[in-house]
């Protein structure tokens, strides 16, 4: 990095539609891992995804939603919204949906830091997507 310090202000526009269809607001970034704000329209369903290289910690600050996730024969769906955090290791599919009263908003931590290159590929999924 050129620079000591990161310091990022939450945008009102996002920078970005992540590879399943969320909203992405980057904010800081370090050697280690990066972090940013995704955003899934209230009443929408992400695409499934699986990530390659990357692992990611999730906590939801809006709305409410469930979690799907996937790896080795195990998965699960989780509840999720404000005060709920969510872990996604290296190899585990995932698909999340918004409730209809509100968008789902979380903020996640990206390690190693997001790549220039994509990361993130299509997966078998168990909701129909519309994002």
Known sequence: MSRVFDTAR?????????????????LCRTAGGSMAQFTLPA???SRPVVHRR??????????????????DGHQEIAEVGPGVSISITVGTRFQFRAGADAPLVAIAVTMPPWPEEGDAHPAPGIWEPTA
């Open 54 to 71: 990357v692992e990611e910690l999730w906590f939801f600050v809006s709305g409410s939603g469930q979690f799907w996730r996937a790896r």
């Open 10 to 26: 939450l945008r009102a526009e996002y920078d970005a539609l992540a590879p399943d269809g969320s909203e992405v607001r980057v």
């Open 43 to 45: 009443g929408a369903v």
